[in-house]
């Protein structure tokens, strides 16, 4: 079994971004199944295209899609992509859409296909604060998301495929006052354990 796992590289003034880190932490084999690591750049019109080659080269089995969400206080799932740009902020190539369909012809939104649900109570169990999220924004990881799905669904493949967000890292908040931090080590086991959540399901 094989498993696509996605990070993203640091965008809007951090010089971390804790997917990649969680990335790197993480066996290349958990329990049997193969983990493909796959690197993304926080360009709108880049991303997908990095996700979607590797899918094509790999035909993995479940995609789980990573990002940062700085200022959330738990890991979470998310429910739902929406078929919308809004940037508040340039991404890492200087783009910022604002109020543009990601696919004009395309759905509204799309639901994640992976166990959301389980992802969050399994991660929650090992005391690490995690519950589904029903939004992923609508920067670069709601595009990603949206985009990945879309094309997943324009092909009739049923590939469980969805979206995790991440809190700061520990480190990323030494210096910003109120604002949660995760330790690593945690993050990593949260996305071993969503990894085999959807695993089992497979
Ligand atoms: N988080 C951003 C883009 C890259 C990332 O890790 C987001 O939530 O859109």
């Given at each position: 079994m094989k498993i696509l796992l996605s990070a993203f590289e640091p965008f809007g003034g951090e010089s971390v971004n804790p997917t990649q880190i969680i990335?790197?932490?993480l066996p290349d084999t958990l329990e049997g199944i193969?983990?493909?690591?796959?690197?993304?750049?926080v360009e709108f019109?880049?991303?997908?295209?990095?996700?979607?080659?590797?899918?094509?080269?790999?035909?993995?089995?479940?995609?789980?899609?990573?990002?940062?969400?700085?200022?959330?206080?738990a890991v979470t799932p998310e429910r739902i992509?929406?078929?919308?740009?809004?940037?508040?902020?340039?991404?890492?190539?200087g783009k910022c859409p604002k109020d543009i369909p990601i696919d004009p012809e395309g759905p509204a939104a799309y639901f994640s296909t992976l166990p959301v649900r389980e992802i969050a109570e399994a991660i929650a169990e090992k005391g690490i604060p995690a519950r589904i999220s029903n939004s992923a924004g609508t920067y670069v990881c709601n595009h990603l998301m949206?985009?990945?799905?879309?094309?997943?669904?324009?092909?009739g493949r049923e590939v469980p495929c969805g979206f995790i967000h991440v809190p700061y890292?520990?480190?990323?908040?030494?210096?910003?006052?109120?604002?949660?931090?995760?330790?690593?080590?945690?993050?990593?086991?949260?996305?071993?354990?969503?990894?085999?959540?959807?695993?089992?399901k497979l």
């Amino acid at each position: 079994m094989k498993i696509l796992l996605s990070a993203f590289e640091p965008f809007g003034g951090e010089s971390v971004n804790p997917t990649q880190i969680i990335l790197q932490e993480l066996p290349d084999t958990l329990e049997g199944i193969t983990l493909i690591k796959v690197n993304v750049p926080v360009e709108f019109d880049t991303c997908t295209e990095t996700v979607m080659s590797a899918v094509r080269r790999e035909t993995p089995d479940a995609v789980i899609l990573l990002g940062q969400a700085g200022g959330r206080d738990a890991v979470t799932p998310e429910r739902i992509g929406i078929n919308l740009d809004d940037a508040r902020m340039a991404d890492n190539a200087g783009k910022c859409p604002k109020d543009i369909p990601i696919d004009p012809e395309g759905p509204a939104a799309y639901f994640s296909t992976l166990p959301v649900r389980e992802i969050a109570e399994a991660i929650a169990e090992k005391g690490i604060p995690a519950r589904i999220s029903n939004s992923a924004g609508t920067y670069v990881c709601n595009h990603l998301m949206y985009s990945v799905l879309h094309f997943f669904a324009k092909e009739g493949r049923e590939v469980p495929c969805g979206f995790i967000h991440v809190p700061y890292l520990s480190e990323q908040v030494k210096d910003k006052e109120g604002v949660y931090g995760m330790a690593l080590a945690e993050m990593s086991e949260a996305v071993k354990t969503a990894v085999l959540t959807v695993a089992k399901k497979l």
